[in-house]
């Protein structure tokens, strides 16, 4: 069983214009932008501009040049937060939530960048 995209999904219409968005940073083929309701100081989503439903989905037909440009977005927003520890930043948390048993409520692959204060350990049940 494959993957079908649904191009009415929120983060759709985002990349499409069609709803605002607060950018942090846009690139070829991504786009990252503030979660509207934010679980710490800094949350922020990473999301590819192609029709990709979730990480595997995106891991297995995802070109070269997407993914490279995925990770590096990724970095540049850590860099941009200041967030990154290599260059003094206390950390964050990647996190992409992935179909059912993930509690993934957006079906456009999203990576959640958290941070801005101690995130505590990572999987509590509830
Ligand atoms: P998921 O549960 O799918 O991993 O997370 C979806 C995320 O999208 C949630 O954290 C939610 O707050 C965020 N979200 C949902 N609708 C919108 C929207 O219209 N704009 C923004 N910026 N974030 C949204």
Not at 34 to 39: E, K, N, T, V, Y
Not at 86 to 101: E, I, S
Request: with cysteine.
């Amino acid at each position: 069983m494959g993957y079908l995209y649904d191009d009415q999904n929120i983060f759709a219409k985002i990349l499409r214009g069609e709803i605002p968005n607060t950018t942090v940073l846009e690139t070829e083929h991504c786009l990252a932008f503030r979660d509207i309701s934010a679980q710490a100081p800094e949350h922020v989503l990473v999301i590819p501009k192609g029709p990709y439903v979730c990480f595997d989905h995106f891991a297995n037909t995802a070109s070269a040049e997407e993914i490279v440009d995925f990770t590096r977005a990724i970095g540049q927003v850590t860099s941009a937060l200041k967030v990154d520890p290599g260059t003094g930043g206390d950390g964050y948390r990647l996190l992409a939530n992935t179909g059912k048993d993930g509690v993934q409520d957006v079906p456009h692959l999203h990576v959640h960048l958290v941070a801005g204060r101690p995130l505590g350990r990572m999987l509590r049940d509830g």
